[in-house]
């Protein structure tokens, strides 16, 4: 990737971080932290994970994601700046940083040698488990990631996305608190991809913190409660989800699905005129299942919209926003243009 | 630094390499250099075997890899102990665990030289058991411990030296060619410096051979053994090297240099630099 300084100006004209947390509360922090590669510069990067959050970790290939990440795990050192992980240094005290944190890879490399149950056994052993604590956890996890029955495979003999799900399996060992997940739907089939987020969702609930790398960005809509959007090594946005998209889109889509979309809702009928009044509505569009609003922003029609419905007779079956606005924000943000 | 975690990277490494298929092999080469020479002997019925030989035969099994087969068995051992792992993309997962640089480090140079001692005891043992078995009771067996701790003492300049060549370069192809070309290089110069002495007796090509590493590493067991044995038994030693080194005490000070100069440039360049990404 080249490393643009118009690009960059453009960009960090429009940035925005949202310190959600304080640095107290904070279990990441990274400030003004630099990671120098000679030709490319990653950074400055200055953002903080409060405990509880599952931040989505988006930018294009090369943009210093998984540089970031490694900062993070203390496995590169950053040029300048500090990084803090569970409010320590993960370079200089690495152990003590890393006692409750687990780490899934992009594409991980796991030891082709060893079973699924051998390499939980090292990990379990490296985290300084005992031989009880490693017995309970070890088949529990497995089970959990649906590899119970490849226990004593060879790893060299699974699918890559069995090895993925290997992969969050040695994260999840020895009950971290902050999970740091690079990719980790990748090659899951749907199936894994539902048990994952649940997995994910409970481990939040029980107090945990997640920060998950992703290209995926409906997993990460779905999954994450915020944001950390990266580009040519720069944080371009922090903040939550639907504040990115509101500061990204000129618009936004609702979608409203209606049953006999056709009769209720086409062209001209007082349905749509309706709607059109609604404050905050710039158009709407007939859809083949129902209309397509397009509203302002700041603005938050939905529930008007929904009473309109309603009260038109009309039967409806759904109504939300679009499930492309991610995709359309986060392109936007990486072209450093809002969309109209 | 912690023995628990030292302990499970040295289990772990001695898990790896018997893993690798060049590891198995070294293991089968090594019961047939220690097999093979006696039955040799004895199916050729060679006039060099005379009877007051017979009981010190062993020592031809325990030293006849001495000068290149255990270097090159610790060397090959040593060289993808930690390149490969960067090659694998494995260090990045091991390392983001809460343990000390320290502590994988030392782990697996203790496990990788744990399988060199091994390979060396499997040596010792398959070698008596077949002089034995093949030419009769051996004798003066109680100096062979101390020949063994001689033997994977010197194995350790390059077991180590091939360590930091692979940590160094974190190609596992590239540590094991440069590796490889310092030992053979050190073997070549060694004789040809020999071959300039006796022919002119100049000091300064002994003293040169002196300082390079295998001289010290095919010496140090040869000049424990040799005064334990009768002049008679002389013969057999030659088959192994001539000891080049002066003194025992010159020789093990030689190994200790070079084999703690390359842990400690090798830790000092691993406790540093960032932990490559898998690298193809």
Known sequence: MTDDPVTHHNLTSTLQVDERATTSEAVISFEQAVKDYGPKEIGP??????????????????????????????????????????????LHDHVRALEQVGYSPELPNLQSFLTPGELLELTAKELGLGRKETDDQLPVLLEDVGLIQYRDYKIAKLSKGMVQRLSVAQALMGTPKVLILDEPMIGIDPAGVVQFRSIFRDFVRDGGTIVMSSHILTEVESLCTSLVVIHSGRILFRGGIQAFIRERLGSRSIVVEIADAPALAGPGSALVDRISSVSGVKRVTPAPAGLLVEVAPDSDPRAEISR????????????????????????????????Q | MRASRVLTFARYEIRRAVARKKVLSLVALTVLISIAPYYALYATHTSL?????????WILGVFLPQAFFLQ???????????????????????????????????GKYLGGYALVVGIVILDVVLSITSATFVFGPQLELGIEPMILLAQVFAALVFYSFAFMVGELMRRSSLSYILSASVFFTSEVVGVFLNILYSLTGTDIYKVANYYLPTSSVDSLPLLLAEPNFPSSVQLVFRFAATPVEPSIGVSALLIAVYFLSAVLIALAYFSRMDVAKRVT
């Not at chain 1, 959050?53 to 490694?70: A, D, H, Q, Y």
């Not at chain 1, 038109?312 to 969309?339: C, F, M, N, Q, W």
């Not at chain 2, 075997?49 to 010190?56: A, F, G, N, Q």
């Not at chain 2, 993808?80 to 792992?85: A, R």
């Open chain 1, 45 to 90: 990067v200055t953002f903080s994970v409060g405990r509880g959050e599952i931040v989505g970790f988006l930018g294009p290939n090369g943009s210093g994601k998984s540089t970031t990440i490694r900062m993070l795990l203390g496995l590169i050192k950053p040029t300048s700046g500090t990084v803090r992980l569970m409010q320590r240094d993960p």
């Open chain 1, 308 to 339: 309109l419905v309603v009260e038109s007779g009309a039967k409806l079956v759904g109504l939300g926003h679009s499930r492309s606005e991610l995709d359309e924000a986060y392109i936007s943000a990486i072209r450093g243009t809002p969309t």
């Open chain 2, 49 to 57: 075997v005379t009877p007051p030989l017979r009981p010190y035969l």
């Open chain 2, 72 to 106: 090159f068995t610790a060397l090959l051992i040593a060289a993808g102990s930690m390149s490969e792992e960067y090659e694998q993309g494995t260090a990045e997962v091991l390392l983001s665990k809460p343990v000390s640089r320290q502590e994988y480090f030392f």
